[in-house]
Structures are given as C-alpha cells and as structure tokens.
C-alpha cells in the first residue's frame, strides 16, 4: 500500500513541479507588486497543491466522486470564483493607469546614473 502511496505522489510531485497556470500568475504578481506579494501567493499555491495532492493520493476524491450534489456546489462556487476574478482583471483593463507608471526602487536609482 505505502509503495502505491508513494508512487502516486511522485507523479503528482513530478507535475505540480512544472510551469503552469499559477508560475505565470506568481510571475504576475510579482512584477506587478514586487518580491513580497509573490512570495505570499507563491507559498498559497504551494500549499493548496500540496493539499490537492495529498487528498488525491489518500483517495479523498473518490468521496467527493460518490456524493455528486456537493461536486456540483463545488463546480459552481468555483465558476463564480472565476467569475469573479474575470470581472475584476475586465475592471482594471478598463482603467487608463497610462499617466502614472510606478517605477521600482533600483530603476530610480540607475535613472539618475543614466541621465
């Protein structure tokens, strides 16, 4: 049992380790925001993947498989969660942030060296 354990959380560790969906959205934030929130949202992602992993692994799943209402409460609450997330990135495209341009602490000390 702990050998199939074992090998079915190495797979999962082998695909949670490659670039995905959520390395773009830490990439995001992180040049967006700066180190500190992209650490938080990256320590998030890591967390929730690792519980996601370890519930499949343990065969939590098959539960959620067996009483199908609450996978549809799931599948809703988390197409509104994407919902959600769409209107709020359709609320900052429409914007216009054009006139102020933050600049990092390390641009703006290399600007005055250049100039």
């Keep these: 049992m702990w050998r199939d354990l074992l090998l079915v959380y190495g797979a999962y560790v082998l695909t949670a380790g490659s670039p995905g969906p959520s390395t773009m959205g830490i990439m995001g934030v992180a040049m967006r925001d700066g180190r500190r929130p992209a650490a938080a949202m990256a320590a998030g992602v890591v967390t929730t993947s690792f519980a996601w992993g370890l519930i499949a692994a343990m065969g939590l799943a098959t539960l959620i498989v067996r009483y199908a209402q609450a996978l549809v409460l799931l599948k809703i609450a988390g197409g509104a969660y994407l919902l959600w997330h769409a209107f709020k990135?359709?609320?900052?495209?429409?914007?216009?942030?054009?006139?102020?341009?933050?600049?990092a602490a390390g641009e703006a000390r290399?600007?005055?060296v250049r100039s």
């Design 110 to 112: 290399f600007a005055s």
């Design 89 to 103: 990135s359709a609320q900052s495209a429409m914007r216009s942030d054009t006139g102020s341009v933050p600049v």
